[in-house]
Structure formats: structure tokens, C-alpha cells
């Protein structure tokens, strides 16, 4: 079963139920649209292994790009990182909190809150990935 068509068609048009392929009867399945997840939902999100590390070397060389302070994540905050995941799709954010949990859940709200990737987090620092929309820029390698 080839399921990029598939997935085009339900980016593009939005549709309930999909074709994907011919069955046994000769005629065509039929796949329910809640199997297949659209672009930017949490289940695209899913990183292998060599895909995390080559996020991870493509993010060495950037700088933090936003930094969360005092007042915590808000919706300003979320919008902004919103913003640049869908023109960058890998980003840094550090993370201003002393205490380690209160960071690591920080980091953890931020990346289920914009729908993106937690590829790598240092110390103060977390990088996030977010496939954009519009104009992908960061191919991904398949395995």
C-alpha cells in the first residue's frame, strides 16, 4: 500500500474516506480518513533515530530564536513559535526556569502546545522541528 496520494488528496480536499489501492475484488479499498493522519497533527511528529540525529546536525550551528522568561508560556509566546516553526520548521528556545522539572515540563507544554518535535534538549536550551505547510525547507531522511 502507497499512502502518499492518499495523503495529498486529504491535505488538498479535506475528504471523509480515501481510496488507496485495488483489492481483491478487483475494485478499489476503501480507507476510513481517521486512519490517516493530516500534515502537522501530533502523529506526524514521530521522529526515528536517524531523523532526530540529523535534526540534531542541521540545529547545531542555529542560535536560540525565542526565549521563554519569567512570566511563562503564553499565548503571545505560542503564537511567535507558531510563527517560527512554520518559516524555519527547526528552531531554539531556551528555557529561563532554574529548577530542572519545572523546566523539563515547560519544555515538554511548549512542544504539545505548538504540535512540533522535541529533537534535543540541553541544559536551557530545546530544539523543536515543526514540518511547514507552505514551504518545507528540511528534507528528512526516511529511516
Known amino acids: 500500500m502507497f499512502f502518499q496520494p492518499a495523503l495529498a488528496a486529504f491535505a488538498a480536499g479535506g475528504h471523509q474516506r480515501l481510496e488507496y489501492g485495488t483489492g481483491a475484488?478487483?475494485?478499489?479499498?476503501?480507507?476510513?480518513a481517521a486512519f490517516i493522519s493530516p500534515i502537522g497533527s501530533s502523529m506526524s511528529n514521530a521522529l526515528t533515530a536517524a531523523q532526530t540525529r540529523f535534526l540534531r546536525g542541521q540545529a547545531h550551528g542555529i542560535k536560540a530564536m525565542l526565549q521563554v522568561?519569567?512570566?511563562?508560556?503564553?499565548?503571545a509566546l505560542i503564537a511567535e513559535i507558531n510563527a517560527a516553526l512554520e518559516?524555519?520548521?527547526?528552531?531554539?528556545?531556551?528555557?529561563g526556569a532554574t529548577?530542572?522539572?519545572?523546566?523539563?515540563?515547560?519544555?515538554?507544554?511548549?512542544?504539545a502546545r505548538t504540535?512540533?518535535?522535541?529533537?534535543?534538549?540541553?541544559?536551557?536550551?530545546?530544539?523543536?522541528?515543526?514540518?511547514?505547510?507552505?514551504?518545507?525547507?528540511?528534507?528528512?531522511?526516511?529511516?
Open 87 to 95: 518559516h524555519h520548521e527547526l528552531i531554539k528556545v531556551k528555557v
Open 115 to 143: 504540535d512540533s518535535a522535541l529533537v534535543q534538549r540541553i541544559g536551557h536550551v530545546a530544539v523543536l522541528y515543526r514540518q511547514s505547510t507552505e514551504r518545507r525547507q528540511i528534507v528528512l531522511p526516511r529511516s
Open 99 to 111: 529548577d530542572r522539572d519545572v523546566r523539563d515540563a515547560m519544555i515538554t507544554d511548549l512542544a
Open 69 to 75: 522568561g519569567g512570566k511563562g508560556i503564553s499565548e
Open 25 to 32: 475484488s478487483g475494485g478499489h479499498d476503501i480507507l476510513p
